[in-house]
Nanobody, 123 residues
Framework: QVRLVESGGGQVQPGGSLRLSCAAS????????LGWYRQAPGKQRELVAT???????NYGDSVKGRFTISSYNAFHMVDLQMNNLEPADTAVYYC?????????????????WGQGTQVTVSS
């Protein structure tokens, strides 16, 4: 099991910045990927950014060039630096972890989610 705890949400004006943090505990040594997703009212949950244990990152098209994901503390923590925020970035942001388990020849994966943190961009 993996437990994820997010922090850092809040309200900011357009053009402002926020930094989200997520701490993983439990069976965190087998985490292969950490990331952030978001869900706005009436919309589906969408990718914001992910990073693998090997350091490969991936971003949603709408946040490229504005958001930066970083992991540290032996892949137990992941941050999302959000710059030049827009009203369209308003959503609940969820931390996600993908954990591997089982034998190498039959490895399996399971997803874990945090409770979410609200980000509101408004003047």
């Amino acid at each position: 099991q993996v437990r994820l705890v997010e922090s850092g949400g809040g309200q900011v004006q357009p053009g402002g910045s926020l930094r989200l943090s997520c701490a993983a505990s439990g069976s965190s040594r087998s985490i292969e990927l950490l990331g952030w997703y978001r869900q706005a009212p009436g919309k589906q949950r969408e990718l914001v950014a992910t990073v693998t244990r090997g350091g490969r990152s991936n971003y949603g098209d709408s946040v490229k060039g504005r958001f930066t994901i970083s992991s540290y503390n032996a892949f137990h923590m992941v941050d999302l630096q959000m710059n030049n925020l827009e009203p369209a970035d308003t959503a609940v942001y969820y931390c996600k972890a993908v954990r591997s388990y089982g034998p190498v020849e039959g490895v399996r994966y399971e997803d874990y989610w945090g409770q979410g943190t609200q980000v509101t961009v408004s003047s």
